[in-house]
């Protein structure tokens, strides 16, 4: 199971301070991201996750400059989030340096959009949902009634979609549930956010999830990257 960093950018820079030695009083704080990243794939990471914060308030990419940043430093594939809901916007990021794109749940209600980002972005392209029942059930779509979430997985694999992020508002993750999606369906699922802890770490991948990907609990150092690393092999 892979462990992806993942950095929040607002206006250029981590929203969350990253201090690696915080917990003994040595290191250097940061909130540049493409020195948070070069620190995280020194340990290991197989990519780095970005989430722009202002491009999802935008509706398009804002933070290229960054991702451009992050790219002159590290070879490892750069994945973003946050205002790609677009085929121009996918090759902005593209064009930055980003490899891969996560594009918000609402896509999942618009296929011809879809099918135009998956046209730019192909097997590199995920999609982001909200597992929980009350939020599939609660979110506005434009059909007659709300898709259970496997008749919506199913239909959005058919559309070719093969990657999927799970986000679950902070909550943590339904372990058995999981499980239960990744034998159902011919497709990686990573689950982002509600991670706290390594025993978190551990029942996610006896699940077969395909990665986790972790941000404050990383930068904040809750979570120790080398021990994430180790309790997902």
């Known amino acids: 199971m892979l462990v992806i960093p993942s950095i929040d950018v607002e206006g250029g820079r981590s929203r969350v301070v990253f201090w690696p030695g915080a917990s003994v009083g040595v290191g250097v ?5 493409d020195r948070i990243a070069e620190r995280f794939v020194a340990a290991g990471a197989p990519v780095i996750h970005l989430v722009d914060l202002d491009g999802a308030r935008s509706g398009s990419p804002v933070n290229t400059a960054t991702i451009s940043a992050i790219a002159a430093r590290v070879a490892t594939p750069l994945q973003v ?8 916007n996918i090759r902005l ?6 490899t891969r794109v996560v ?7 618009r296929p011809e959009l879809l099918a135009e980002c998956l046209s730019v972005a192909g097997d590199w392209l995920a999609l982001g949902l909200d597992p929980r029942e009350d939020r ?16 919506l997985v199913a239909e959005l694999i058919g559309a070719g ?6 986000s679950h508002g902070g909550a943590r993750p ?16 990573f689950v982002a956010g509600g991670v706290s802890d390594l025993a978190d770490v551990a029942r996610l ?12 609990a990383l930068l904040s150092g809750r979570i120790d990257y080398s021990a994430a690393l180790e309790a997902a092999a």
């Open 29 to 33: 704080p940061t909130d540049r991201p």
């Open 81 to 88: 989030a946050g205002g790609m809901e677009g085929a121009d």
């Open 93 to 98: 990021a593209f064009a930055a340096g980003a």
């Open 103 to 109: 594009l918000a749940m609402g896509v999942a209600d």
């Open 136 to 151: 599939i059930a609660e979110y506005p779509w434009h059909r007659p009634r709300p898709p259970s979430l496997d008749a």
């Open 161 to 166: 979609v093969r990657r999927f992020v799970m």
């Open 174 to 189: 339904d372990v058995e549930f999981l499980g239960r999606l990744v034998a159902a369906h011919d497709a990686d699922f």
């Open 205 to 216: 991948r006896e699940s077969g999830i395909a990665g986790i990907i972790l941000g404050e």
